[in-house]
């Protein structure tokens, strides 16, 4: 079985910048992912990133503004967020998927990820 802990999150005003992260453990992951949730929308694609770091995709709210990496070596996965405004305020959840995806817009879809993290709330002020 395969655990996701995500950790980083807190209460920032608009402009600041925050650095989620997503421990794995258990068994070998492949490529993962971030995804958000604010209060009465539906779980929103943030960022996701392929097994070896080489592929990264973005929503178009975020990009330019957060950087996904990751570390295999520390079986971490983090997302840098800058400018970060009132719009970005939602429960972030890290993401997983038990093999490696090939297709590019398959990275995208929650149903791509077998594994999930309990999430970490991010609330931005204005």
């Known amino acids: 079985q395969v655990q996701l802990v995500e950790s980083g999150g807190g209460l920032v005003q608009a402009g600041d910048s925050l650095r989620l992260s997503c421990a794995a453990s258990?068994?070998?992951?492949?490529?993962m992912g971030w995804f958000r949730q604010a209060p009465r929308k539906e779980r929103e694609f943030v960022a996701a990133?392929?097994?070896?770091?080489?592929?990264?995709y973005y929503g178009d709210s975020v990009k330019g503004r957060f950087t996904i990496s990751r570390d295999n070596a520390k079986a971490t996965m983090y997302l840098d967020m800058n400018s970060l405004n009132p719009e970005d305020t939602a429960v972030y959840y890290c993401?997983?998927?038990?093999?490696?995806?090939?297709?590019?817009?398959?990275?995208?879809?929650?149903?791509?990820?077998?594994?999930w993290g309990q999430g970490t709330q991010v609330t931005v002020s204005s």
């Open positions: 993401a997983a998927s038990s093999g490696i995806t090939l297709q590019s817009y398959r990275f995208k879809a929650v149903a791509t990820y077998d594994y």
């Open positions: 258990g068994r070998t992951v492949y490529d």
């Open positions: 990133i392929s097994w070896t770091g080489g592929r990264t």
